[in-house]
């Protein structure tokens, strides 16, 4: 792996009966605390023009920046990361992600 630096979007779709407030407060901060994480950003789909190239359809996102692939990799197995999947994993039905070259 290089030291390519590099963005990691992960969008989440939750099911109808979870707490969207809860999930933004308490489940995806977690992502921003783990270590290799330069930068987190999270959100939810902005009220821009329906379009049929935008998609409104997902509930919170969460971009994070990394120095380099192995930090990303890094990421992958800490602790708070499995904890988020473990703890929260239930409040989502579906995840993408979108790995981004910088």
Known sequence: MSAQKMIHQVYFWL?????LKEFMTDAA???GRCKDV??????TPAPTEKR?????SFHVSCTMFFDSLEAQAAYQSDPLHLEFIAKYSHMWKTVKVYDIAI
Do not use: N, Y
């Open 15 to 19: 099911h109808k009966d979870s707490d």
């Open 52 to 56: 049929e190239v935008v998609d409104h």
């Open 38 to 43: 330069a930068q987190f950003i999270m959100g």
């Open 29 to 31: 901060p977690m992502l």
